[in-house]
Every structure is written in C-alpha cells, then in structure tokens.
C-alpha cells in the first residue's frame, strides 16, 4: 500500500492509502476528491490534471499535456496509477467546471424578451397563464375552556367554510407548525394553498403580518449545465435567476458514462448527491439571497431534463435506458415531492416533471416543444435543441416526430481546448481576412473585455471563417500557412485567434484540428440526424417551412455560419429563428400554467419518438456530414454563392 | 470555567467545561449524557445519582441518600453544582431505567387470551376482522423495440386490468425500485397494496420467489413504557411483542415536565429523537429479528398515546396543551407517514393515530374505551386505565364521558424506592401474617426467582396488607413495632418484606413511608377522579355495573385489595375485569381492522370530555382520598367486613 495525498489550494490535505497500480482516478473518485473529468476516464477530454508535487507517479503521456506542462509536473489522473507514495496538487474543479459552464446572463434583454414572448404566444393558443395557489386569509374564533376544539380542526373548519370545499389536506409540515404560528398571530393567519376541483391543500400557514411569498422554482437540468429560476406563482414575475455547471461532470461528460457510474455500489447516490446537494441545492441558495426569499417559500417546483437526468435526478435504477430496447421507469411521474429528494425547497413542494417521451428524448424536448408552438401551426417546423445531447422534432399542429443525437459537449465549449460559455470573456463572433487571415472578433462583456476562449457561436464562426478563407480543408486539417497558423511538434496545426498577449488568459487563445475534428462530429451528429428522420417520415429538407433553434448556445450564433460548416439545412436564413433555452421557459409554463402543463402532456403524448439507432442509414448520413460542409455538396446550393 | 468529567463503566469519558454554580444535570443534559431523572430535576425521584471519584462538587444532601452512601460519593446530579474540576461516575442509564420499566411478557397466556378476546367481542359487535391490504401477481408482458412502454407505465396498465380500478398510485419508494426488481424477476412480480373504493396504492415491488410478508406494528407509547407487536395484516396474527421504557424519561417522569423541556432550544428534536431513536427503533429492530423480517415489510402502523405523547412524537408545538385553555394541534389526523417521523419502517407507512379527545385524554384512551366494548352494552360501566396518567371513561352504547387524573408513575413502580415493572424479580402479590408481621409473596419468575422490587400489584397488596394488619395508619405511618419495621434516623419508618439475604438484589427489599405517601397521592388521584366525574355526571358509585381496569399494571392485580386501600369504588368484586393494556390491543384493531378504526374515531366524536381541573369540588375529593382508605368511611361499607 501507498500513501496518496492529495492537495488543494483552499482547503486541507485528504490522504488515502492505495495499492500499487491502481488508478488515481479512481482512488481520488473513491475518496471523494472531485476531479474534474467529463470523458469519465477515457483519457479522451485532457480535463483531469493534477500536478505532482511530491513522491513519484507512473503516467502515460498524452497529446493534451505538452513537454514543459510534463516537466512542471502535470499528469493526467485516468492515466496515471500509483507506484510509490505520492503527493498531487488537485486544481479547485469548483471554480474549473462552474466557471467554464457559466450560463448566458439570463437577464439580458433578449432572454427577458424569450419570456415575454412564451407569454403572448401561450395566450395566442387560448391557454391561461394561470396555477391554483393563492393566499387567503384566515380568521378564527380564539379557543376558550368552552371552545376546546384543536387547532388544525378549528382551522379545516374555517377554511371549508371560506373556500366550500369538504377535503382540505393539511400535511405534515404545516401541522408541525401550525399551532406556534395560530398562538403568534392571534388565530388569524395567511394561508398559502392551491384549490383545485378535488380538495384543498396547504402548504403553509404565515402569521398575518408576515409578506407571504409564494414563488416556485423551475429549472432545466442539462447534462453539462443547470439553469433555473424563481418566480412568484401568483404574477409570473421572475424573481432570481441563475445557472451552474451539473455537478455530475466528474462522472462523465454523457448520460451512458453516467449511467454506467450510477451502477457501482453507491453510484446511485453518488450521482444524486452530486446534482441535489453539490449542484442544485447551492443554486436555490444564491437565487434566494438574490430574490430576498427564504427557501421554504418555494412551494412548487419545475423540471425540464432529459430523461438519464430525469433519472439519475430521483436516484431511479438508469441501467434500462441505455440497454436495448431502452426503457425507462417512467415518462410521466406525480409522485415526487421535494423532500423526497432531498431538495431544499419547502418540504411539500409537489416536482412537476416534465415528460419524457422515450430514452433519448426527455422533459427538456417536450417542454421545449410547446415553447416553440410548432405544436400550434400549419407550416411544417424544424426545432433543433443543441445541448450535450441534440435533440429535433419536425411536425406541425398534426403531427410531430422527434429524435435524438448525441452531440457531445462541444456546443456548450466542451471538448474544446478554449472552449467556454457565452460569459465575460468569451469570443462569440468572429470574421477572418480572406487575404491577411488576420481575426475581427466580439467579446462578451464590457468593451475592452480580453478574450479568454471560445464560446459555441464563436467556434461556429472560427471554423465557418476558417473554412471560407480555405485556412482548412473539407476534413478541418490546416492548408495555409502563416503568422496565425502554428503545428506542433507531431505535426497538429492550430489557428492563434488571439495571442498570449492579447488575451485575457495565461495562454494564447486557439482552436486546433482536434478540437475542429470534435466540433465536427457534432455539428455532423445534428445534420445527420435531421436529414435521417426527415427522409425516414418522407420529408425533405425543401419542405421545412421554419427553423426554432433553442439551446444554451446563445443568441449570437450565426446561421449563414451554421449552414456554411453543414450543421443546419440550408434553407433561406429568414426562416431561421432562435429562441433561448426552450427548456426553461418550458419548465416556466408548465410552473406558472396549470393548462400549459396538461398542454405539455399532451404534445408528449403525441409525439412519436424515433430511435435513430434503429434505421440502418444513420451511419452512412452521419459520415457524409463529417466534412465541411458535407460530402454531398448538393445539400448546400447556396454555400459559395453569396 | 471547569472541567467536568462524566464517566461510564462501558464507554469513553465525556469533558465538558462548565461554569461555576452550573447545575450538574444540566451540564449532563446540554452535553447530551444520559442521567435517569423522571421527576426533571426537583430533587423528588432520587433516581439521578452520579458518583464523585474525583475533584470537588457542591451538592445538598437529600433523604434519598444515606449517610453511608454520601461517604462513598454518591450524590444527586440534580442537586449539585459545578465549584471545582470534578470527576463523576455516571451509572448506565439504558439498563437502569430500560431494565425497571420493562413490561410483563406479552406471551403469557393471559395476555394472548386478550387479543383472543377481542377478535371475538369484534366479530360480536359486527365489525369485520379486516384491512384493505393484499399481495396480487402481476405478470406483464416483457418490453422490445416495438413495445417500449417505461415501466411504471406498463405496471399499471395491467394492474389497473386487474383491480378494475382507474387510479393506481405509486409512491417514490416504488418508483425507485420498479425497474430494478422488474428486470431481476423477468416482467412477473408481487404487489403489496392496498385497495380502497377510491384508489389502488402500491406499497411494495417484491421479485416473485421472495416471500411477501405484509407486516404492520401496532404501538403503545406511554409516558413511562412503550410496548409494541408486529402482526401479519393479512392473517391478524402476532408475530412478535416487545416493550421498553420510553426514552424521554429522563426529561421528566410526567407529560408536564417533557411539554417544558420540549421547549427549550432544540427541545422538540431531543425529545422526538428520545422516543423514535432511542425507543421505538431499537424495538422495531428487535421484534423484526424475533420475527424474521426486514423493517420495509413493515406496510402500515398504529399508535395509541396519550394526548402530549403524540404531539412530542410528531414534534408537533405541545405548550398549548399544557396551558389554558388546553388545546392540541390535532384530535386526529390522517397526514403522517413513517418517513417523515424518521420510524424505521416502510418509509411509505400510514400512521394510524388513535384519536385524542382532549388534552389529557388521548388516543390510548380512545382505543381502550374500544377494546373494552363499553359503547357496545347497555350497562353503565366504569373503566379505568391506569397509567402514568390515569384516564376514566364511564358510560354504555349511548353517551360516554370521560376525564384524567395525573397518578404519577406510581402504579408502574416509579417513584418507589423499589419499584419496579412486573419482570423477572418482582414481587406481585403479599399477604402479611396479622400477628407475626411476616410476608407470604409471589415472584415474577420460574420457581426460585429472589425478589429484586415490588411491582404495581405488590405494592396494592403490601400496602393494604400493612393497613389490614394495623402495621400503618389510615395517614399512611407506621404504628407497630417488629423486627420487619425499621426507622431511620429522622424518624422515617419502613417495612422489609425481604431482607438483603434473602433478596435478588444486593438491598433489603422494602417499603417506606416516603414510598406508600407516593403511592396514596396516586390512588387518592384516581378514586376522587372517578368519584368527581361521576357526581358532576349526576351518578354515583352505587349505579356502576361493571368496571374494566386497564394498564400495564398486570393481571395480578388484586382488586380486593385494591378497593381496601380506597383506589377503586367499593361495588362487588364480581364487576372487575382486568383487560390488560387495552391501548396497545386497540391499537392492534385499528391495525387489521379498518371497520374498528372507524369504530374508534365515532367513540372518540361521540365521547365528552370533562376537564377535571375546571370542576371545584375535585380538590376537596382528592384531599378526602389520600386516606386509607377514606376520610370518608362511608364510602367503603364493606371495607372490614369481611
């Protein structure tokens, strides 16, 4: 046995003893030191460094830690194991994966504006933005030696004379309280309670001066990222917003690698912990600071998530979903209460889940879907969610199929050297000389912000621009030379977007053939995937009528770029619209909207789900679009035309 | 500020640093080290005894001390106070007060005959012997790429096919746990429901070849001692008995006392914990391994508790019972479940609560006042139910009224210097030779057993006995003379019924004047509740038909002799029954049969409750009552005459 300490800037040593060779992966894994590592151990990501700062380490080299990063002492963990007593400096993954995950800032006029425009169009259909929770006041007689009747009694009484309604359903966690909170307040309090045409529930009961908050939260758990935020059930009004990185990430970058995670022993627990308790409990925290809301005001909540997520959320055995024939535990569940899963939010806070409609297409896609009202117009609509996972559904107000492509995480700036998200920093716009092939390029933040990577609307742009200026090839290898184009040693090129001494960061800011290779493949995961179930339902790309692109890539992606690189169809840009992260403002409506929630249901239920795996000529598709554009250039008339 | 050392003879030291003149029970209370104290700390019980081996402590010396005892150390924790650095002997409070309070052996034939009874006096009332609970096959057909149906979804269909019923519920903990078992028993599956004509619920997924066992417990959580069984809910029988002191003894002997300390920071949760941690847990644990079951079989629970029980085991608010007007939270309630109080059963279990009528008459009351089938018989009849709290219910199958009186722990051998319950070792019956002062007594135990203390039943007897044989006056003193009397030094006399050779215990088994006081004020308590309640009623003694006597108290009990010493009315012995504790087998009824659960919460809507404190008179009878065996003579015509 060996001793392996590990390090941290901020915080104590953890030390473990482990036996010779074993993976220090896996010892830091099952000491609970997090290390960052999206590909789950498959030295595939380069994300897992630790730098040695004592004892020795046997560690294989890899492309993604360069001569003198070795030589300062960086490794890999999946690929190092232990040989002698040894001692790594683990960098904070805190700071790592939140950082890099940071969401779009949801306050921006345009994301407001997504809201807003959920709300007319919700309207437009004829559905009420309405729930069923209210605050009634409620006054008692106060009890005297002739009036002994105890207190949740006295108080039912009151409440099925002021609502005429005989059930009323007092649970646990206002019983607790409601004798103090009667005594406080002189037998005339608030009560928060939702009525519906069954009974009547209370969820809390409030002295008659305190302000009674009665907000909800919804929230759109991704694979990578997290979003959510608090609204006040009774106007609709957002009150707090936030995102964070799905702590899950150290467990791998796919729901399969966490699936698989989640089957060792304790892994099930290990995975829910690590998005109630690590990701989304904090969340709530800062969001209530933000709001001024204490977290048991929360009485309703929200979730819109695909379904592993959906899954590994509750802590439901996941192995199904990704065995053939893929089978989940459910679709559609009532059953689940905050306190059931360890939320922080009021105890009795009913989840709404949005409903999965197979394994690969989730809550998000169906809370998505009503967002983009394909469900509620003539013309035949395209809507493209680009998450970890890329999701489509084409149909109109008949019909509608869906799909499933597994994108990776490179629209999110995962499995990009300087990938990021469209935060401060972030470059999401950029043109190239044609001749020069010197950069122009926009950052997100205050004017004069220094670039520090790239974020999924700026990779678009690097690479389409790359592509137009012929700086790289069809196949994404570099072809030009110059001050701006660089190869290392084994011959990689790489393109300087913004050098060391321009840039925000410690390094230069660049994209290179592996991360242009990823990208690619994804872009290439959605194309195909469009152009699959298309042909599979009879369609064609001529027939869409409209494009609704959601997803955290940002508002900023360029389409004309996206059609140039082969990721989206070539249709006239015009019939392009993007509109944000459908997913959230799904998880709103079915929070705000009681009719929007049956509405969500419904749209599920109609959906045909498609298993891509399934037909035969997925494959092939999938090959041809892993060129820029694609093999068959046909597809793309316009390209070069402009 | 100075060190305190609590120390145990089977565990590590305690150091704890404490204030100058802090009280040393409350240093042991607030650093959570368990002193016996029932009387809370007021110096009247003796039982908080530590043992000075080091330092310096500042106590009172007290009469529960003898000279002899104070030289070797020992002290009252509640009467000391913190002066120096000090080291204490802390005596080991489970086996202490877990060994006194232990209850007869349900086993015994007398107490099963009772249950037998009962399902008998059911049937005869017309009140089906049953529950809704079932164990149904279900076999589902298994899923592929063209039937990819999740699998709550499918689970459903076929038990809704199979019930007949729309609505089929399945909680979280199914939820988790539905794919899982699915997969492992190929699609064909056991359910453990219930079926009620509004829906179907689903407590459990078991593999087809597991036994299904559908277990419930039923509880009597008494101030003093909580017994319980575990039934199979689908045959009615008994599958295992246990019983333990309640853990919350040591906060005060009486609901007064825990209401108060309840209070206190952090109160709730202590005392909550005390009951369902430290008391009921280990129970369940216990009888789960007599029976041969995990805890998760455990579908469904019962509990029969008084008024303030029941709220401290909810952690429910209790200080307005304790003040005027007296109100609880709830009479009844119908929204707790196992989970949510933390009890190691299903977390999915119904909590069956018998109803509360009032403050001091709770459930254990209401489903006694069931089991002794007053409510169903045209006779006037009297029962009585002697506990901690003595409770009386009076009345036939058309009206019942009802009140409490505060005995004390008295009757289950708190408060007598060799009290204890009727176990091993205890002495339940005496008879005392007029002329010689001799004892003839019976022991709890195989043939041999020495006595060790004197049970509830024993010490009735050795006190009406000593008062037979003129040893006591009628005030409770001692007026004769012989080698079994002894008088201490302050005069305080006492009775030896066992000397020290003689004894399972390494003391003279005794009775003293301090002792029989106690045990006067308890009688005194019921007899003038019995009587009050019946004159404000507009009866009387004479009109009594028949009298049940409920309690841990045992079947030993000698009503002779207890109408001698002026505890119960002076009718024919021939109208006593002695029911056994009818709370714990209410509490089974309520369990296996939903007709009787019914039947319990009309018998507690139709029963009056009468606040004996509100009634002038009751002072003056309480005062007349603490005589052998009367002030007033004329009461107890009999007395004497035989």
């Known amino acids: 046995m060996h001793k392996v300490t590990f390090k941290f800037e901020n915080s104590e040593d953890v030390n473990v003893f482990a036996a010779f060779g074993e993976n220090l992966l896996e010892v830091a894994r099952k000491t609970n030191v997090a290390i960052d590592a999206p590909c789950s151990g498959n030295a595939a990501c380069g994300k897992c460094r630790v730098k040695l700062v004592g004892g020795n380490l046997e560690s294989k080299k890899t492309l993604h830690i360069s001569d003198e990063e070795y030589a300062a002492g960086w490794r890999l963990a999946c690929v190092s194991t232990v040989c002698d007593d040894v001692e790594v400096l683990v960098p904070d993954i805190a700071s790592a994966y939140r950082s890099r ?84 307040s002189g037998f005339k309090v608030q009560a928060v309670m939702r009525r519906n045409d069954r009974d009547v529930f209370v969820y809390d009961v409030l002295k008659q001066d305190e302000k009674a908050v009665v907000s909800g939260l919804a929230i759109d758990i991704g694979t990578t990222t997290v979003s959510a935020i608090i609204i006040d059930m009774l106007s609709g009004e957002i009150l707090a917003k936030g995102s964070a990185g799905n702590g899950q990430i150290r467990y791998g970058a796919d729901v399969i690698n966490r699936i698989i995670e989640s089957l060792k022993q304790g892994g099930s627990e290990k995975l829910q912990n690590a998005i109630v308790e690590e990701t989304i409990n904090p969340l709530i925290d800062t969001m209530c600071k933000q709001a001024k809301l204490r977290s048991e005001q929360i009485y309703r909540m929200s979730v819109a998530a695909n379904t592993t997520m959906n899954h590994l959320l509750m802590g439901v055995y996941a192995d199904p979903v990704r065995m053939e024939p893929y089978i989940p535990t459910f679709f559609k569940t009532n059953s689940v209460f905050a306190g059931d899963l360890g939320i922080k939010v009021n105890p009795c806070a009913h989840i709404i889940v949005a409903p999965n409609i ?72 950029c043109t ?128 004309k770029n996206a059609i140039r690189i082969g990721m989206f169809p070539d249709v006239p840009l015009e019939l392009y619209e993007y509109i944000g992260n459908s997913s959230l403002v799904g998880a709103y409506a079915m929070l705000y909207s009681r009719q929007s929630e049956q509405k969500v249901y419904e749209i599920a239920q109609n959906m045909t789900y498609i298993e891509l795996s399934a037909i035969p000529s997925y494959m092939d598709e999938f090959v041809g679009a892993c060129f820029l554009p694609h093999t068959d250039a046909a597809l793309f008339p316009n390209i070069g035309q402009e």
Request: aromatic content about 8%.
């Open 358 to 429: 197979g394994s690969y297409v989730g809550g998000d896609i169906t809370a998505g879907a009503f967002v983009s009202m394909v469900w509620n117009k003539p013309e035949f609509s395209l809507f493209i969610d680009l998450g970890t996972n890329g999701e489509i559904v084409f149909g109109n107000s008949d019909f509608m199929f869906s799909c499933a492509c597994s994108a990776g995480p490179a629209f999110e700036g995962g499995d990009i050297s300087c990938g990021m998200r469209a935060t401060d920093g972030a470059i999401e716009a």
């Open 101 to 184: 995950m940071k969401v779009a800032d949801l306050s921006s006029p345009g994301e407001i504006k997504i809201f807003d425009d959920l709300k007319e169009q919700v309207l437009e259909a004829g559905i009420e933005l309405k729930n069923d929770m209210e605050v009634v006041s409620v006054e008692m007689d106060i009890p005297s030696l002739d009036d002994t009747m105890p207190d949740n009694e006295r108080f039912t009484r009151v409440l099925q004379a002021q609502t005429g309604m005989e059930k009323v359903r007092i649970p646990f966690c206002v019983l607790k309280k409601l004798s103090y909170v009667l005594r406080q």
């Open 432 to 559: 190239i000389d044609e001749e020069t092939m010197e950069p122009t390029y926009t950052v997100v933040g205050d004017p004069g912000t220094k670039p520090v990577g790239l974020c999924g609307s700026g990779i678009i742009d690097v690479i389409a621009e790359l592509f137009r200026c012929g700086i790289i090839s069809p196949k994404g290898k570099f072809i030009r030379e110059g001050k701006r184009v660089r190869h290392d040693k084994d011959g990689m090129g790489s393109y300087i977007i913004a050098f060391e001494e321009d840039a925000g960061s410690v390094k230069d800011v660049e994209i290179n053939e592996v991360d242009i290779d990823n990208f690619i493949r994804a872009k290439g995961a959605i194309f195909s995937a469009i152009r699959t179930m298309l042909s599979y339902c009879d369609f064609d790309i001529s027939m869409i009528e409209h494009v609704y692109v959601a997803g955290g890539i940002g508002s900023g992606i360029n389409m």
